[in-house]
């Protein structure tokens, strides 16, 4: 059997990149997306990213659907691969919702399930992989905001803090199976959509003490670290932050918080 590296969400954006560099150390490839024909079109395209040996894959996967998980492994197991990385991109990220006082609950679930559920399914099916390779590693790819918490985004906020949790708890799972599982504490990226929305370029998440928030290579590099054994054998179940710095910040001198009469941020 031959190994495979497992990337969902990975047509665009943070997940295309995450493939790239996986493609490009010489990984076979396999992409998830929600649309079948765009995965099996991004995956073409990332061919032109690795030598001749590399092979790509792009399957459908729908959210939440365990059986087509299961034909994905299964799929992947008849043409003679297994699973030794799985990269866990794809997120509803909960987006233009409603308030706390008005969004639907199943809008709101629906967020939770997508971001913890449907990784469980993933993760479990890979570990199957995995354990019939004698180790493997998983990385999750959370959020700043599953430390932390921004206003009016209850539900994917909540999510992501779920989502590190999960990765905990399979690292202590999975450990004696040599299966290591890590978190990529993720700020913020420079996505179309922040390009698209000043007010995102202007949050409060990219004001980094850095000065800057992360391309799609600095994830990549990030995951590629954690689920490679010669850089992080014996890291499993940590969090890494890739937030230039942003959680280690405790206050927002712009923000205007108010301190002490007499006292400056300068002390
Ligand atoms: N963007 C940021 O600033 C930021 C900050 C912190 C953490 N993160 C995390 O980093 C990862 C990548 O972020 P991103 O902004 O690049 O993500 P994104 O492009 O919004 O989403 C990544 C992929 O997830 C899939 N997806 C989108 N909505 C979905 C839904 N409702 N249900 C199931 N799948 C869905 C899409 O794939 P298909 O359409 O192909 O299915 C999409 O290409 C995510 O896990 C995100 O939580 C991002």
């Given at each position: 059997m031959k190994k495979i590296t497992l990337i969902t969400?990975?047509?665009?954006?943070t997940g295309y990149g995450v493939a790239q560099k996986f493609i490009k150390m010489s990984h076979n490839v396999c992409i998830t997306s929600r649309d079948a024909k765009r995965a099996e079109q991004a995956a073409e395209e990332l061919k032109a990213f690795g030598d001749n040996q590399v092979e790509v894959f792009g399957f459908g996967l729908e959210a939440l659907q365990e059986n087509q998980v299961i034909s994905v492994f299964d799929i992947l197991k008849e043409r003679g691969y297994l699973v030794d990385k799985l990269i866990l991109v794809a997120a509803?990220?909960?987006?233009n919702m409603p308030n706390f006082f008005e969004v639907p609950y199943e809008d709101w679930i629906r967020v939770i399930d997508t971001n913890i559920g449907w990784n469980f399914m993933i993760s479990r099916q890979a570990a199957k992989h995995m354990v019939a390779l004698g180790g493997g590693a998983i990385v999750v790819v959370g959020s700043v905001n599953g430390i932390r918490t921004t206003k009016n985004r209850s539900a994917y906020c909540t999510s992501k803090t779920g989502l590190h949790g999960l990765a905990r708890n399979l690292a202590v799972e999975l450990g004696s199976y040599h299966i290591r599982v890590n978190t990529?504490?993720?700020?913020?990226i420079k996505t179309d959509r922040y390009y698209a929305r000043p007010e995102i370029q202007n949050?409060?998440?990219?004001?980094?003490p850095y000065g800057d928030i992360a391309e799609f290579s600095d994830i990549a590099n990030a995951a590629y670290f954690l689920a490679d054994d010669s850089s992080?054998?014996?890291?499993?179940?940590a969090e890494l932050a890739v937030d230039g710095g942003a959680l280690a910040q405790f206050v927002y001198e712009e923000e205007g918080i108010r301190l002490p009469d007499g006292i400056t941020f300068a002390d």
């Open positions: 969400g990975a047509t665009t954006g509803n990220m909960g987006l990529v504490v993720s700020g913020g949050s409060v998440h990219n004001k980094t992080a054998r014996i890291i499993t179940g």
